[in-house]
């Protein structure tokens, strides 16, 4: 009588191991989605907390930001930089100061360096102060008498650029887009993976 000889089952069995690497694919595809969706969703929040921040902080402290359209205040605060100023009382002024006043016969403020502080007769808050860029060799040419000024915390070469880009039309509008449609990305429900079916 012949002999039968048994042969394995390969079926179901051969098809669950041949469908493994498409299930994992079909299982780490959305696992990555959600890592995508994590970090775009942590990054706006970021740069939404980082708005609010600054909004508050700066309303709280008088702080504003300015952009240097000339060079008087080169090297260290060239053409394009952009700065951080507070507004203070004339009194808290000391020589070495960079302050941004008013000019009398122009509606652009001007940002030099503070290089001789005289009280006003007369006016206790005023101050009488004798201003210069780094760049020039003489003094402005006359004094400034004020009651408060902004004062340059901190600057940036450069940076006054981006801020003056980011204010325009253009990209504001497409700032606004990006968000939105980031925004909506990553609210958007994800599909159910696909899971193969077996034979």
């Known amino acids: 009588m012949p002999s039968l000889t048994e042969t394995p089952a390969r079926g179901p069995a051969h098809h669950a191991r041949a469908g493994g690497p498409v299930a994992a694919h079909a299982e780490a ?3 990555r989605r959600g890592a995508v969706r994590d970090a775009v969703i942590t990054v706006l929040g970021v740069v939404g907390i980082l708005t609010i921040v600054w909004l508050v902080v ?9 952009v240097f359209v000339t060079g008087s205040m080169a090297p260290s605060l060239p053409t394009g930089s952009a700065a951080v100023v507070r ?25 030099h360096r503070v290089v ?25 040419p006359e004094p400034y008498v004020v009651e408060e000024v902004r004062r340059v915390i901190v600057g940036a070469p450069g940076a006054g650029w981006v801020v003056i880009a980011a204010k325009t039309p253009a990209a504001m509008a497409g700032i606004t ?17 696909r899971i193969p079916r077996r034979q």
């Open 177 to 193: 887009l990006v968000v939105a449609a980031a925004v909506a990305w990553a609210l958007w429900p994800a599909s159910a993976p």
């Open 116 to 140: 001789a502080i005289d009280a006003v007769p007369g006016n206790t808050p005023a101050r009488s102060l004798v201003l210069r860029g780094d760049a020039n060799t003489i003094d402005d």
């Open 87 to 111: 507004e203070i009382p004339a009194s808290e002024l000391a020589i070495g100061d960079v302050v941004t006043v008013p000019r009398p016969d122009s509606a652009t403020p001007v940002t």
């Open 29 to 31: 595809s959305p696992r």
């Open 58 to 66: 700066s309303a709280a402290l008088g702080l504003s930001i300015i």
